[in-house]
């Protein structure tokens, strides 16, 4: 179970890696950030505090640092999902895609596996596949604009505004 998104664009694979492992770089394009601190930055093992508009304070600790991007758990007390970080592209044209895989046990209140399929379908995958779109929108606007991103420029979420 996961979700993503995707978008492409005229500018070098290398230039959108530098952006993302840029320290920080939430504070740019992400809509919904209210502060991105780096703790432990750049490489393997490196490690940020992602705080949202409402509040909600979150660690990502990144891994697999590659030439095409990173991975990344993000969560408080326990790992809410594992993100991926995929950059793709050659030096004229490149795409940023973002994949949250889910732990869906700390999204949903229920042990039943059959209760928390329905639940992703339902109600999780919808309001993280929401929240993917805002942020590739963000990030996105940000390149073709060289604009920092205002909060809750595409609309608000109920999980995070």
């Known amino acids: 179970?996961?979700?993503?998104?995707?978008?492409?664009?005229?500018?070098?694979?290398?230039?959108?890696?530098?952006?993302?492992?840029?320290?920080?770089?939430?504070?740019?394009?992400?809509?919904?950030?209210?502060?991105?601190d780096a703790i432990t930055w750049p490489g393997n093992n490196s490690e940020d505090q992602l705080e949202y508009l409402n509040?909600?304070?979150?660690?990502?600790?990144?891994?697999?640092?590659?030439?095409?991007?990173?991975?990344?758990?993000?969560?408080?007390?326990?790992?809410?999902?594992?993100?991926?970080?995929?950059?793709?592209g050659n030096d004229n044209h490149s795409s940023l895609t973002i994949r949250i895989n889910p732990e869906i046990r700390n999204y949903v209140p229920v042990k039943n596996k059959y209760l928390q399929y329905l639940l992703w379908f339902l109600y999780v995958k919808p309001k993280l596949q929401s929240y993917i779109n805002h942020v590739i929108k963000g990030f996105d606007f940000y390149i073709k604009n060289n604009e920092l991103v205002k909060h809750n420029q595409f609309g608000k979420h109920s999980w995070f505004s």
């Open 1 to 36: 179970m996961y979700v993503e998104a995707t978008a492409s664009f005229n500018r070098s694979k290398n230039s959108i890696l530098e952006l993302v492992r840029e320290p920080g770089n939430l504070l740019k394009y992400h809509p919904f950030c209210k502060r991105n």
């Open 55 to 88: 509040g909600l304070t979150f660690n990502r600790k990144l891994f697999n640092w590659s030439e095409n991007g990173y991975d990344l758990e993000i969560g408080k007390n326990k790992k809410m999902a594992l993100v991926n970080w995929i950059v793709e």
